[in-house]
């Protein structure tokens, strides 16, 4: 037997209004209700209160943003996800030897300068 398909909070339109609009609403009525995270606290319990109104549970944080998402962060997570990606790739530098690039640059910088002898007699 076939399983069938859940419909969510669309099963209230029936028949009505078409199959690829139901299924377009129940998309975004199902990011629209779950929990976002917050861009003052990053902790995920926000929730919303009218269109492109929300709330974060835990800081009080009451603020503007898109109608069915929250994609808006604050600086300080910004840098807080900006420093942890620049130190995975820091690790993942190598060139196709297996040597890291850091170390490749640190060879080429620390060869001697070779100058110029000059032969001044003394007379």
């Given at each position: 037997?076939?399983?069938?398909?859940?419909?969510?909070s669309?099963?209230?339109?029936?028949?009505?209004?078409?199959?690829?609009?139901?299924?377009?609403?129940?998309?975004?009525?199902?990011v629209?209700?779950?929990t976002?995270?917050?861009?003052?606290?990053?902790?995920?319990?926000v929730?919303?209160?009218?269109?492109?109104?929300?709330?974060?549970?835990?800081?009080?944080?009451?603020?503007?943003?898109?109608?069915?998402?929250?994609?808006?962060?604050?600086?300080?997570?910004?840098?807080q996800?900006?420093?942890?990606?620049?130190?995975k790739?820091?690790?993942?530098?190598?060139s196709?030897?297996?040597?890291?690039?850091?170390?490749?640059?640190?060879?080429?910088?620390?060869?001697?300068?070779?100058?110029?002898?000059?032969?001044?007699?003394?007379?």
């Amino acid at each position: 037997m076939a399983k069938k398909k859940q419909h969510g909070s669309v099963k209230r339109f029936g028949a009505r209004y078409g199959r690829t609009l139901r299924e377009t609403l129940s998309k975004i009525e199902a990011v629209q209700h779950q929990t976002h995270k917050c861009p003052y606290c990053a902790y995920t319990s926000v929730t919303r209160l009218a269109a492109g109104i929300w709330e974060c549970k835990k800081c009080a944080a009451k603020f503007t943003n898109r109608a069915y998402t929250v994609i808006k962060t604050s600086k300080k997570i910004e840098e807080q996800q900006l420093m942890e990606a620049e130190t995975k790739d820091s690790h993942k530098k190598t060139s196709e030897k297996g040597v890291r690039y850091k170390d490749v640059v640190g060879v080429i910088e620390e060869q001697p300068v070779v100058q110029e002898e000059t032969n001044i007699k003394e007379e």
